[in-house]
């Protein structure tokens, strides 16, 4: 009987569970950490549609019919141990529907580990180096604002990402102070010299988020801090004294700060 059961609502436990997931996410401000805010209300809206039909699934169904299966397969299993006795392939299909209603439930458990109790993590560096943040970060230089008549003191992390990689002049940044906040991540070319102020650049979901981020020469920088540690990082560019292309950030201070409440930039 129970193999039965299982089959027919693990689908509802695993809308379930996704719907609280995504409905908790949304309450505790932490939806972010997966897709972009202009998403927010949709997500929430559909999550409660979906959680309504879910329940309406339950709450709808033939009453009866499970018993009805129940009282079905106990009648098969009935049969079963008859032909138990003359059929070897009834015992083999009862204890392959009796697996796959053990693997449906640890699905369904692992989902709810995984979901409800682990705690949401942002993209690591890891995943920065992965996708290549020079890479990425030249390929959005087009969107980067002008210097020009501009308010420097407002610019973000993105900002100065985006400008580096489209102005190389150091002139160009000369009296130009820049305060950055962001991960630590190693710099694949120069990892003992020169490490990443990164942010991952989110237009749609974390799947297609884009690591940007500001080369920060600091040797020995390794004595200080490991890769997806946070810091705030104050400094001007300037061509880079490894001998590398391109500008980076020769920093007057760095200091450990903790994950803001939104890590992501858009």
Not at 3 to 22: E, F, M, S
Request: negative net charge; glycine residues 8%; hydrophobic residues 45%.
């Amino acid at each position: 009987m129970w193999p039965n059961l299982v089959a027919r609502w693990k689908g509802v436990a695993l809308t379930l569970v996704g719907v609280v997931a995504t409905v908790w996410l949304a309450l505790t401000g932490q939806l972010g950490l997966y897709i972009h805010p202009r998403y927010f209300e949709f997500t929430a809206i559909m999550a409660v549609i979906g959680g309504v039909f879910a329940l309406a699934a339950l709450a709808l169904a033939p009453r009866g019919i499970d018993d009805a299966h129940g009282h079905g397969d106990g009648h098969v299993e009935h049969e079963h141990d008859h032909d138990h006795e003359t059929d070897a392939s009834s015992e083999t299909s009862i204890a392959r529907r009796t697996l796959g209603a053990i693997a449906a439930l640890v699905i369904v458990a692992a989902s709810i580990v995984a979901l409800l109790v682990f705690p949401p993590a942002t993209l690591t560096a890891q995943t920065a180096v992965q996708r290549d943040v020079d890479r990425t970060s030249a390929d959005l230089a087009g969107d980067a604002p002008s210097l020009t008549g501009a308010d420097p003191s407002t610019f973000t992390i993105k900002d100065w990402a985006l400008l580096i990689r489209q102005v190389d002049d150091p002139a160009a940044f000369d009296g130009q102070t820049a305060t950055l906040t962001g991960f630590v991540a190693p710099a694949p070319g120069d990892p003992d010299d020169t490490f990443y102020v990164a942010r991952f650049k989110v237009t749609c979901c974390a799947v297609d988020a884009q690591p940007i981020g500001v080369p920060v020469h600091l040797p020995g920088w390794k004595d200080r801090f490991v890769a997806d540690d946070w810091v705030d990082a104050t400094g001007g560019f300037a061509r880079d004294p490894s001998g590398g292309d391109g500008l980076v950030l020769v920093p007057d201070s760095v200091e450990p700060t903790d994950e803001p409440e939104q890590p992501y930039v858009y």
